[in-house]
Nanobody, 113 residues
Framework: QVQLVESGGGLVQAGESLRLSCAVSGSTFSISAFDWWRQAPGKARESVATISSGGTTNYANSVKGRFTISRDNAKNTVYLQMDSLKPDDTAVYYC???????WGQGTQVTVSS
C-alpha cells in the first residue's frame, strides 16, 4: 500500500522560507517521478514543481527561482524548498506520485504580509 506523508508546513512572514518534506512508502521510489501541488481556498489545485526519476525538474512560472524540488532516494523522501515566500503562496501543499492517484494528506502553508 502506497503512503505519502507531507510535513514542514507552518505560518511564516513574507520573505521567509520553509522546507516541505514528503515521505513515501510502499512504492518503488527510485524509479518514480513526483510532483508538488497546492490548493488555495476557493481555487483549483495547481501543479507547483515536478521531479523525474533522474532528477530533472520543472516549475510553475509563479514559483520559478524561489522554489526548489529535490529528492533523496536513500530516504524515500521528496522535498520542496520554498524561499522568498509571498502571501499568494498560502495554500495546502500536496505531493503525488506522478501518473497515479496516490496523494498525501497535505500540509498547510500560510504566509502573512
Amino acid at each position: 500500500q502506497v503512503q505519502l506523508v507531507e510535513s514542514g508546513g507552518g505560518l511564516v512572514q513574507a520573505g521567509e522560507s520553509l522546507r516541505l518534506s514528503c515521505a513515501v512508502s510502499g512504492s518503488t521510489f527510485s524509479i518514480s517521478a513526483f510532483d508538488w501541488w497546492r490548493q488555495a481556498p476557493g481555487k483549483a489545485r495547481e501543479s507547483v514543481a515536478t521531479i523525474s526519476s533522474g532528477g530533472t525538474t520543472n516549475y510553475a512560472n509563479s514559483v520559478k527561482g524561489r522554489f526548489t524540488i529535490s529528492r533523496d532516494n536513500a530516504k524515500n523522501t521528496v522535498y520542496l524548498q520554498m524561499d522568498s515566500l509571498k502571501p499568494d503562496d498560502t495554500a495546502v501543499y500536496y505531493c503525488r506520485i506522478m501518473g497515479t492517484g496516490d496523494w498525501g494528506q497535505g500540509t498547510q502553508v500560510t504566509v502573512s504580509s
